[in-house]
Structures are given as structure tokens and as C-alpha cells.
């Protein structure tokens, strides 16, 4: 166990709807990571936040968006979702210095579009 | 532009032998590597690193060794166990890119009892 977290386990929708996906990092952790796992493909980095702001933004469509939260929990938006969509959503977080080296991941979010 | 490439998408080794999982990477740039494990179901573990100013790091029955000249680096399991059956990817990072990784499209290492 990582001791990341994130719900829900399963999610299937339609194209056109919006999801939610939520992620709370490891104790003590600042920053938070989202990347995209299609089908036999590496994880594709989206976007990274340090103690609630953006730090960094990698392969993110601009259908989605995220937020880290005072809490430091955050949230993965993805709106008008399409067919291609469907992947393994991870969230990872790293301690609290800047210079940390290793990213502990959660179980994932597996969403289908259907 | 696939920046960081592991090109053998699976592996079967038997029990008790070595398992050589490689990477190869453009980005001049990288100075960190990791390799990272990954069961179904499960999101990925850290496994073992390297820094770009080393050439080999071991950790157990692990061991990574980086090619600086060549851009490669290559993940040693010995003895290969049923348990190391899993997805493995390698990971790259520069300053240039904070802390975020590039990973590769991962190995998927079958060891056969």
C-alpha cells in the first residue's frame, strides 16, 4: 500500500458526459501528479501540482482540468469525454522537497467511455 | 516522439535465471532513471534508480546499469523468482522538466516456474 488513494476504483459513462476523479496523496506529501495509462502504453504525464498550484503541465487536453485542493487532495476533471478516453487515470504524489526522486502511485481509476 | 523506449514489449525467462529488461532514451538531458513495477490492478511501485553520474546501482537482486555514451540503461533480475512477474517501465527525468518523469511503454516479464 502507498498510502496514495484514489476513488473510484471503476468508472463507465457515455461520450459527451463529465467525471470527477479524485486522488489524496501520501501523508505529509506536496505534490500531486496525474498521468494517463491507453491500453499497452506508457503513462503519459497530464499535469502536476506543489502545495495547490500548478507546478508543471504535460499531455493534457484542454477538455481537462485539475485543481489540488488546502487539503491537498486533488481532483482530475474530464468533460465532454470521447471514446479515446478510455484509460487508467493514476495519481501520484512526492515528498515535500522539491528534489524528491520518487513518485509513490495510487491503485488508478479505470474510466470507460462508452 | 517516444523519448524514453523499452523495445521488447514482453519476456519469459525461467525460474532461477537472469531477466534483462531494457531501455533505451534520446534526451541527452536525463539525469535520473528509475524503474518502476507494476502488477494488474495495482499502480505502479518504485523499484530501483540511477543517476547519471553513476554507472551501476544494486539493490538486492536488482541491479540497474546506465550506458551514459550509449543512451541505454538495462535492469538486471537475479535470480528471476514467479513473483517478478509483472509490467516493468523505465522512467527518465532532466531539470528541464522538474520532477516529472518520462516513462516508457513498459516490458511485460512472464517468469515461467
Known amino acids: 500500500d502507498s498510502g496514495v488513494t484514489q476513488t473510484p476504483k471503476h468508472l463507465i459513462t457515455a461520450t459527451g458526459q463529465r467525471v470527477t476523479l479524485r486522488c489524496s496523496p501520501r501523508?505529509?506529501?506536496?505534490?500531486v501528479y496525474w498521468y494517463q495509462q491507453s491500453l499497452d502504453q506508457g503513462l503519459q504525464f497530464l499535469i502536476q501540482?506543489?502545495?495547490?498550484?500548478?507546478?508543471a503541465k504535460g499531455n493534457i487536453l484542454e477538455r481537462f482540468s485539475a485543481q489540488q485542493f488546502p487539503d491537498l487532495h486533488s481532483e482530475l476533471n474530464l468533460s465532454s469525454l470521447e471514446l479515446g478516453d478510455s484509460a487508467l487515470y493514476f495519481c501520484?504524489?512526492?515528498?515535500?522537497?522539491?528534489?524528491?526522486?520518487?513518485?509513490?502511485f495510487g491503485p488508478g481509476t479505470r474510466l470507460t467511455v462508452l | 516522439d517516444q523519448q524514453v523506449k523499452q523495445n521488447s514489449p514482453s519476456l519469459s525467462v525461467q525460474e532461477g535465471r537472469i531477466s534483462i529488461l531494457n531501455c533505451d532514451y534520446t534526451?541527452?538531458?536525463?539525469?535520473?532513471f528509475l524503474w518502476y513495477k507494476k502488477y494488474p490492478a495495482e499502480g505502479p511501485t518504485f523499484l530501483i534508480s540511477?543517476?547519471?553520474?553513476?554507472d551501476k546501482n544494486e539493490d538486492g537482486r536488482f541491479t540497474v546499469f546506465l550506458n551514459k555514451s550509449a543512451k541505454h540503461l538495462s535492469l538486471h533480475i537475479v535470480p528471476s523468482q514467479p513473483g517478478d512477474s509483472a509490467v516493468y517501465f523505465c522512467a527518465a527525468r532532466s531539470y528541464n522538466y522538474g520532477q516529472n518523469f518520462v516513462f516508457g511503454p513498459g516490458t511485460r516479464l512472464s517468469v515461467l516456474p
Open positions: 540511477i543517476s547519471s553520474i553513476k
Open positions: 501523508s505529509g506529501d506536496l505534490s
Open positions: 501540482y506543489y502545495n495547490g498550484e500548478e507546478r
Open positions: 534526451n541527452s538531458m536525463f539525469d535520473y
Open positions: 501520484a504524489s512526492s515528498a515535500p522537497s522539491l528534489g524528491a526522486n520518487e513518485q509513490f
